[in-house]
Nanobody, 125 residues
Framework: QVQLVESGGGLVQAGASLRLSCVSS????????VGWFRQAPGKEREFVAA???????YYGDSVEGRFTVSEDKAKNTVYLEMNDLRPEDTAVYYC???????????????????WGQGTQVTVSA
């Protein structure tokens, strides 16, 4: 059984940085993708970033250049480094995992079967 646990959220001011962590267990050690998604109140879940077992990375347009996704394979942990945070980044952030696929699959929330519980990120103006 795959389990994902996020941590690192919090309340920060605009321009600050945060690093989210996603620790996984029970996941396959190859052919996987771990994605970060976020959901603000009243909005659909949005793709943020993803990394594959081959260290390919993908980013949503709204975070490109500000967020960085990385992985420590020894710790089964995927990180989302978020810099220059803006009020519009406020959301619950989720990590998700499943087998890797093409680009359209990696950025699609519906493609992932395993999800963490989410961590709240709030950015004040």
């Amino acid at each position: 059984q795959v389990q994902l646990v996020e941590s690192g959220g919090g309340l920060v001011q605009a321009g600050a940085s945060l690093r989210l962590s996603c620790v996984s267990s029970g996941r396959t050690r190859d052919n996987y993708a771990v994605g970060w998604f976020r959901q603000a109140p009243g909005k659909e879940r949005e793709f943020v970033a993803a990394i594959t077992w081959a260290d390919s990375t993908y980013y949503g347009d709204s975070v490109e250049g500000r967020f960085t996704v990385s992985e420590d394979k020894a710790k089964n942990t995927v990180y989302l480094e978020m810099n220059d945070l803006r009020p519009e980044d406020t959301a619950v952030y989720y990590c998700a995992a499943d087998r890797a696929g093409n680009f359209q699959a990696i950025v699609a929330a519906g493609r992932y079967n395993y999800w963490g519980q989410g961590t709240q990120v709030t950015v004040s103006a």
